[in-house]
């Protein structure tokens, strides 16, 4: 089984940068594609980005592109999601995802605003 813990959110000011860490536990991590996932207040669950076992192959949502850059160390067990000139709408809980087995992380908090 795999664990995920999420960390580096907080508070940004729009314009401002954040990068997301997601530490997993158990070797099956560098088998799986990766996801970030996002949830803001009575908003469903959506897809931000998402990246291949070995890195090779990434995917962005419209919102994103251009913006996020997702990345991951396999050796590390580590995956990343930078985030550059954010924005108050961005404003969300960000999720990691191990998308072979469904398992989720605890979120980590990200809020934009002046």
């Known amino acids: 089984q795999v664990q995920l813990v999420e960390s580096g959110g907080g508070l940004v000011q729009p314009g401002g940068s954040l990068r997301l860490s997601c530490v997993a536990s158990?070797?099956?991590?560098?088998?799986?594609?990766m996801g970030w996932y996002r949830q803001a207040p009575g908003k469903q669950r959506e897809l931000v980005a998402s990246i291949s076992n070995r890195g090779l192959r990434t995917n962005y949502a419209n919102t994103a592109e251009g913006r996020f850059t997702i990345s991951r160390d396999n050796a590390k067990r580590i995956m990343y999601l930078q985030m550059n000139s954010l924005k108050p709408e961005d404003t969300a809980v960000y999720y990691c995802?191990?998308?072979?087995?469904?398992?989720w992380g605890q979120g980590t908090q990200v809020t934009v605003s002046s």
């Open positions: 158990g070797s099956i991590f560098t088998q799986s594609t």
């Open positions: 995802r191990h998308e072979s087995t469904g398992v």
